[in-house]
Structure formats: C-alpha cells, structure tokens
C-alpha cells in the first residue's frame, strides 16, 4: 500500500467532523471529506464509525462490511484511487449519530495513537500486506451476518480499524498484531455466539 496523506488517527476523524453538515450526509461527501486518494484513511473511517455507538444506524455494518470489500478488492488489483459503487456512495448518513459516533471515539483514539509508531516497516508492503488484506477480506464476507450477534460486527470492525490504523502510521507490529485477530474473530464468532 501507498504512502497516504496522514499519518494521525485524530486527524481522521478531523476529517470526519470537518465534512458533516446539515440532519444527514451522503456517503459520496464524506468521501470528498477525507480525500479520495486515501485508502488507509478510509478503511480506519468506515471501520470507526461501526466500531462507535453510530453502528446502531440500520445496516450500518453490513454497508461497513461491504466498504471494506470493495476497497480491499482494489487494493489486491493494485488500483492506485479508490471507487465505491452508487449505492453506497449515494447513501445517507445521520449527522447527529455521526458526530457523537465522532466524540465517543476521540478519547480512546487519541490513548492508541500515542502507541504507534513506524516499525517493521515491510509488512505494509507486497508481498507481505497481502495477508492482512485477504483476512480483511474474508472478514468482511461474515460481517453482514454478525448483525444479529450482538457487538460482533463492531468487534470484527475495530479489528479492520485496528489494521488500517497500522498501515496509516506505518506501524508493521501492529500490522502484525491485526492478522492474529482478523483470523481468530471469525472463529470465536461462531464458538461463542452461534453455537451458544
């Protein structure tokens, strides 16, 4: 993956905040928001924004889920601008749940950002980020699935945004880190919510 534009989490959900307006935002003007360009940086913002009280919008983490798909897809094609389809893109999002989505993240955003650093440095690199972005992918096949398990899918989406966050600040360990849980959450999904 390429370099991207920012290297804070806060800033991220700077962005976030800058780009909302009015009782409900389209998907398409959060993505102006944020910068087109940045695939890290919108992968950590859908992944957060399911991670925070927001996910209690309708369907929101299967929209999520199918986000992070897409953006994945492109990212093994080695697509260099991200592209979301029409019917995520045109979808709109409340503001009022958004922002206090925001607010709620910033305190434990802010506590992990001072833990990042760049470190193992290959590992955000071909072809060794492959893994991570096949078990994102494979990841985002259960999530629309999750919604029915409580806080499954916002587990499954702070463990996207935990990867995402590696990548922006070029944090390998926590690159590392992420491949642990994106490959056990799936499993542990089922051993303790479908099988109780």
């Not at 390429?2 to 780009?19: F, I, N, P, W």
């Not at 955000?124 to 919604?147: C, D, K, R």
Request: aromatic fraction near 8%.
């Amino acid at each position: 993956m390429d370099a991207e534009d920012v290297t804070q989490l806060s800033e991220v959900l700077d962005r976030l905040e800058k780009s909302v307006e009015g009782n409900d935002i389209a998907v398409d003007d959060l993505l102006r928001g944020m910068g087109q360009h940045s695939f890290a940086s919108i992968m950590l913002a859908f992944a957060l924004i399911s991670t925070s009280p927001a996910s209690a919008i309708p369907g929101i983490t299967a929209m999520v889920a199918v986000v992070e798909f897409v953006l994945v897809v492109q990212l093994l094609a080695r697509r260099r601008t991200p592209w979301l389809p029409h019917f995520i893109t045109s979808r709109r999002i409340s503001t009022e749940k958004l922002c206090r989505g925001i607010q709620w993240l910033r305190k434990p955003v802010h506590w992990v950002e001072r833990l990042l650093r760049p470190r193992w440095t290959f590992l955000i690199h071909p072809p060794w980020i492959y893994v991570p972005l096949l078990l994102v992918l494979s990841l985002t096949l259960f999530m629309p699935v999750m919604e029915v398990i409580p806080t499954s899918g916002s587990i499954a989406s702070a463990v996207i945004a935990l990867f995402a966050a590696g990548v922006l600040t070029r944090d390998g360990l926590v690159v590392a880190l992420s491949m642990l849980l994106l490959a056990a959450v799936p499993f542990a999904v089922w051993q303790f919510g479908f099988s109780a």
